[in-house]
């Protein structure tokens, strides 16, 4: 025992030779360090400039840390606004994902032209920033909530068809194959045998998405799309710091305690 | 339950992969309704390719079988396809090494699978299941002896139990053929005894043909009616299991019999 593994020359197979990779890490590491060179010397990083702006600076971090709490009654309507935006996109796009992340599949959609242009269409959607999207809706439907919940709806779809449609290729699909065994069709199999295997990381997704939705469609908002962005928007422009805190605030306990919540049920889903 | 039976024939069946590979060569089978069909053979000897050119799975490149009413043609010949291929699907059950269940959804659901061919899309979407089917389902949850458990989760189920969901899942198409790919090759030895009787039971009590590859040799020879030994996709043996002794077996196996070619551990039959 002890002499045939000591011993070199009795190997019954060659050993493989480890793969060199240095040249290629070598490489890798210069084209990042060049990049990153280009880029500083690109946006022309200035840091005499952010040491003179420091003293504006500090002024209006002071009055940040003054919440005007008087403000609060005002902030309501847009804070509901917001959390409806919130609540309205994700019920829309979960209803419109899930269809669609059965189409994004290579385990669920059969067909290889459809499955690619679902694919193309749902990488065009998420290549897009939420906010590009709600620019252009508030240029196309007009300021409000409306063109803030579509936008929501497209970033939302793009995100849950990925995570969705890679939860279903990595799915076993066992029960699938029976069922086509069986003599269901496609869309029966899928029904039948996948959805049920997906549906709580579906759930998980869709908490998730809501989660980001809060915080997006506070971002969105800057541009008119509805919300406690408008808001935003109204107090920075007159540098009225201490409303402007609140409102941070009011973000900050909302994503929080959204959060909490649904970091709670999501534990629970899986 | 009633279950009408149909005939399998094969002639002159060849199945080359697409990588060019020969997983069947030049199979003529004839199996009538209501037997029980034992299939031995190596790792690699074509078993699971035989069982799935019988529904459609594998698609065959020349010859031709027939499953009742039904025709599966090599390449030239028609093809069966869409609703044509999912009604002989319906007609045939299969039931696998991994069980094959969904397995964040309940058993009955599980079972239910059986009844999609038949059921409408939208029936299906909803959730919402025709009371028979339901019944049918329940009915053939009984006939496994796993009724108690129809609204458990299929995780939360033994190998064994789980195997026989599976069973009651083919019940529940009505189906003429059984087909079953090394059904006992996750269990152990007294639930693979148990999962076997079933398949027994079925083939007795309904006259459903059962083909079932195995891998231990003592299964197939105990509980099946004919035995057919595979050897590089070719059929070696085909004759009753009392009538396969230790040369035949070497035949099949190219080599002699070992205490892994038997569930029970010994070097004997
Ligand atoms: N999809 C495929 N593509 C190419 N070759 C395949 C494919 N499926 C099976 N084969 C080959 O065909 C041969 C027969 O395979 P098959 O699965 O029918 O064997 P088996 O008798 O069921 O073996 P096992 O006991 O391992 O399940 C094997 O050599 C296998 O590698
Ligand atoms: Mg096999």
Known sequence: MSTSLSSPTQHRHERPTKPKLGAKYAAATAVLLIITIWAGIGVQVDLPAIAANWRNATTNIVQLLQPDYGFFPKTIPALLETLQMAVIATVISSALSLPLAFLASRATNPRPKLLAAVR?????IRSVPDILFASILVAVVGVGALSGIMALVLFNISIIVKLVS??????DAGAQEAALAAGASWPKANRAAMLPQILPSFASQVLYTFELNIRASTVIGLVGAGGLGILIDN???FFRYHELSLIILEILVLVLVLEALSAWLRKKLV | MEHTAADIRFSDVSVTYPNGYTGLKTIDLNIPAGEMVGIVGLSGAGKSTLIRTINGLVPITSGSITVGAHQLNGRGGAQLRGKDLRELRSNVGMVFQSFNLAKRTTVLNNVLMGRLYHTSAWRILLGAWKNDDVELAMSALERVEIVPKAYEKASSLSGGQQQRVAIARTLAQRPQVILADEPVASLDPPTSHVVMRDLQRINADLGITVMVNLHFLDLARRYSDRLIGLRSGEVVFDGAGADADESV???????SLTA??????????
């Not at chain 1, 193309?120 to 065009?124: E, G």
């Not at chain 2, 070619?261 to 004997?268: E, F, K, M, S, T």
């Open chain 1, 120 to 124: 193309f269409l749902m990488n065009m």
């Open chain 1, 166 to 171: 890679e939860s279903l290729d990595g799915e």
């Open chain 1, 235 to 237: 107090v920075r422009s």
């Open chain 2, 249 to 255: 077996f070497e035949n099949i196996y190219g080599r």
């Open chain 2, 260 to 269: 892994e070619d038997v569930l029970d551990g010994q070097a004997v039959l």
